[in-house]
Every structure is written in C-alpha cells, then in structure tokens.
C-alpha cells in the first residue's frame, strides 16, 4: 500500500497545476542494488530463495511484513513531500511537489523496518515542464549544487526595504520655559527582587517639571520570555498622566511635560526579576483604582501573606 504526506499546508485554491511537478520513479533496480551489498535476497525471488532469506532475518522483522521503502523529496523552497512506495517499488501516482526555478529537488529513500538509509540526499534537476522521473536522472555534483542554490536565491524577489524606526514627537526648548530635559529617577537599590505580579505603588515627590519621553528599569530583561512591565503615573489629584508598557526593555512614546508635585507610580510585573530595593507597597486588592489619589493612600501596608514587593529604579528621560 502506498501513501503521501505532505510538510506544508494543504494546496491552495489559486494554485494551478503549471506550479507544481509530478514526481514519478521506480527504485526496483536501486533496492535490489542495496539488498546484494547488504547479502539480501532481491526482490525478484524463487518462492525457495524468498523463504531462505525470511528465515535468516526471522530475529529481526516479521516474515510476514513486507518491507516498506519511503521517499522523502524536497524542493529548493523547502517544501517537502513523503510518500511510500507502492507493492512495485514505484513512486505513487499522483505525487506532486511546488515547482521552483531552477527545479532542482533533494531526495532520500529509507526503510523503516531496518533503520536503514539507501539513498542519502541526491540531488536532480529537471527542465521540462511535464512528470519528472527522479529515478533515471543523474545526481548533481557538488558544484552543480551550489550552483542551482545560487542561482534559486537571484530568482527570489528582493527583500522589502526595513520599516522605518517609529519617530516621536520631541518637543524643542524654549526660552522662559524652565521645564528640565535632564530626566529623573525614582526607587533603586542593589538587591535582587521579584517585581509583583499584582500592582503595587511608590509615592515620589517631583522638584521640578520635566519632559519625559522615555522609560527605562532595572529589570534583567530575558529575550526568550514574553516579559512586560507595566507602568501608570497619577498625580496627588488622581489624575493619569502617564500610561505606559515596558515590553522587554525601554518604553518610548510621545515626550510630554509633567509638572512639579506629588506622583503615585503603580506598576507590575509577574515573573520579571530585577534589582532595587523596597518602599513601595501593594494595592489591597492588586488592582489600580480608577482615581489614585494620593492623599487617600496608605503610606505602609503590613500583609504577612504579601510580603513589600520589590520596587526597581525607574528612569524617566527627554530623549
């Protein structure tokens, strides 16, 4: 019984039959081949040689089960096919794999049953726009290779051009105007800590009125986690002044002025480690109001079950 799988997704309606290639071959002549170099009997047997084979293998396999020979086939676009030989050693009808320019295809022919390799990567290359039969061609060379990827990759469109970097508004200084570019830093410390997974808060008082325009903390930012930080600024009245996500490392956005006061930051990161030190406390039921007013705020809460969470050094810049 034969069968085919495929790597890649099912056909796509608009594909039309000039893109892909059917795939024919018979490997009678490449089995028998590797069945005499290994001391096997062929496949074209006496019923007495058959039978003297089987039992020399008796240990390993059923006698009963037929070798099965499977072909894996690949394009120059990665798109790859399996298929089983069908009872004739032939490959199936109908198999088919994404055309490419050059059409150049890789193939390998395993047996299962034995762990064993017969055709290890040969590559063919075809010019003609009907069936290929990879059976009767000849293998490239090694240069013939290279130089079929060579020419694949010149017949690949160009790259598109990189996104441009994403422009902020930054807002130039004038004069009278004593708002500071210089930036400010609130928290810190040199402890290892584990920043809450529930939002927590720190009071600051601000001395003098910024732009900010990027955000930065001492978090160890690990590339191969999904790691946030989120950050909101409230001034003493309850109102948001800034909003922001440290996705795996600084967040930048829009400059804006903030004025000389009293702030709440409230942040959170479950499962983001840092350093810094403490002072910062926990919401009570780990969410941000709506309104934080600072007034309203306790200044220290004890919870023997949430110990102080960890508070980082966040850097707020102009630039």
């Given at each position: 019984?034969?069968?085919?799988?495929?790597?890649?997704?099912?056909?796509?309606?608009?594909?039309?039959?000039?893109?892909?290639?059917?795939?024919?071959?018979?490997?009678?002549?490449?089995?028998?081949?590797?069945?005499?170099?290994?001391?096997?009997?062929?496949t074209i047997l006496t019923p007495f040689d058959?039978?003297?084979?089987?039992?020399?293998?008796?240990?390993?396999?059923?006698?009963?089960?037929?070798?099965?020979?499977?072909?894996?086939?690949?394009?120059?676009?990665?798109?790859?096919?399996?298929?089983?030989?069908?009872?004739?050693?032939?490959?199936?009808?109908?198999?088919?794999?994404?055309?490419?320019?050059?059409?150049?295809?890789?193939?390998?022919?395993?047996?299962?049953?034995?762990?064993?390799?017969?055709?290890?990567?040969?590559?063919?290359?075809?010019?003609?726009?009907?069936?290929?039969?990879?059976?009767?061609?000849?293998?490239?060379?090694?240069?013939?290779?290279?130089?079929?990827?060579?020419?694949?990759?010149?017949?690949?469109?160009?790259?598109?051009?990189?996104?441009?970097?994403?422009?902020?508004r930054r807002s130039p200084r004038v004069r009278?105007?004593?708002?500071?570019?210089?930036?400010?830093?609130?928290?810190?410390?040199?402890?290892?800590?584990?920043?809450?997974?529930?939002?927590?808060?720190?009071?600051?008082?601000?001395?003098?009125?910024?732009?900010?325009?990027?955000?930065?903390?001492?978090?160890?930012?690990?590339?191969?986690?999904?790691?946030?930080?989120?950050?909101?600024?409230?001034?003493?009245?309850?109102?948001?002044?800034?909003?922001?996500?440290?996705?795996?490392?600084?967040?930048?956005?829009?400059?804006?002025?903030?004025?000389?006061?009293?702030?709440?930051?409230?942040?959170?990161?479950?499962?983001?480690?840092?350093?810094?030190?403490?002072?910062?406390?926990?919401?009570?039921?780990?969410?941000?109001?709506?309104?934080?007013?600072?007034?309203?705020?306790?200044?220290?809460?004890?919870?023997?079950?949430?110990?102080?969470?960890?508070?980082?050094?966040?850097?707020?810049?102009?630039?």
């Open positions: 019984m034969s069968s085919i799988s495929s790597s890649r997704k099912a056909r796509p309606n608009t594909a039309r039959d000039s893109d892909y290639v059917t795939v024919t071959g018979d490997f009678r002549s490449v089995i028998d081949e590797d069945r005499v170099r290994r001391g096997l009997p062929k058959y039978w003297k084979g089987r039992q020399r293998r008796t240990d390993e396999i059923d006698a009963d089960a037929p070798d099965e020979f499977v072909l894996r086939i690949q394009n120059l676009a990665g798109d790859e096919v399996s298929v089983t030989l069908d009872g004739d050693y032939r490959v199936p009808p109908g198999t088919k794999i994404p055309r490419t320019s050059p059409m150049v295809l890789s193939y390998e022919l395993n047996c299962p049953a034995d762990y064993h390799r017969i055709i290890a990567h040969s590559w063919i290359r075809f010019g003609g726009d009907g069936s290929v039969d990879i059976s009767a061609l000849p293998a490239l060379t090694q240069d013939e290779i290279r130089a079929a990827l060579k020419e694949y990759d010149h017949s690949l469109p160009a790259p598109p051009e990189p996104s441009p970097l994403p422009s902020f009278g105007d004593s708002a500071s570019r210089l930036g400010f830093s609130v928290g810190g410390g040199t402890e290892a800590i584990d920043l809450p997974g529930s939002w927590a808060y720190y009071v600051f008082h601000l001395p003098r009125a910024i732009y900010v325009g990027r955000v930065a903390t001492t978090v160890d930012w690990n590339s191969d986690l999904k790691q946030v930080v989120r950050v909101k600024l409230f001034n003493a009245f309850g109102e948001l002044v800034l909003e922001t996500a440290l996705e795996g490392g600084d967040a930048v956005f829009d400059d804006l002025r903030i004025e000389e006061g009293d702030y709440v930051i409230c942040y959170s990161g479950s499962g983001v480690r840092g350093t810094g030190g403490g002072g910062a406390n926990r919401f009570p039921y780990g969410t941000v109001p709506m309104h934080v007013k600072l007034d309203e705020l306790p200044r220290s809460v004890f919870d023997h079950l949430n110990p102080t969470p960890g508070m980082p050094r966040f850097t707020f810049s102009a630039d």
